[in-house]
């Protein structure tokens, strides 16, 4: 239709054909909407991978996929006032170490040193004389 013609037509002939452009719209909306729903249901399907990736497609039904077991950090850093808190480095660091970190200490005071990692010893192992 053109320009001129729609310009020609009076309010009533307008607002009908408005009125039959939103049905058409909505009717096409709706067909569009439900086409792309049966797309969806079909890449949704696990029956279509196979058992290497049915794993990955199963984390999109709502059903939660158990935690990836990590090893365990030994700690890093005691507290000596109580060496029961201990800290492994990662994360936030706790509450006594913030303390005495701001209270002037420095984190390697706290560093838990290990039976073969004796401060009297360099990088090869042997004693300083």
Known sequence: MRRQDLEAMDFEELWLLHEELTKILAEKITA???????????????????????????????????????????PKYCNPLQPTETWSGR???PRWLVAALRSGHTLEEFKIRENDDSPNRNASGQEHS
Not at 32 to 46: C, I, T
Not at 51 to 64: H, I, K, L, N, Y
């Open 32 to 74: 569009e909407k439900r086409e792309l729903e049966k797309r969806l249901a079909q890449l949704n399907q696990p029956d279509q991978f196979g058992e290497a990736e049915s794993g990955a497609a199963e984390t999109g039904t709502g059903q939660p996929q158990p935690r990836r077991r990590y090893p365990k950090v030994l």
């Open 91 to 93: 994360g936030k660091q």
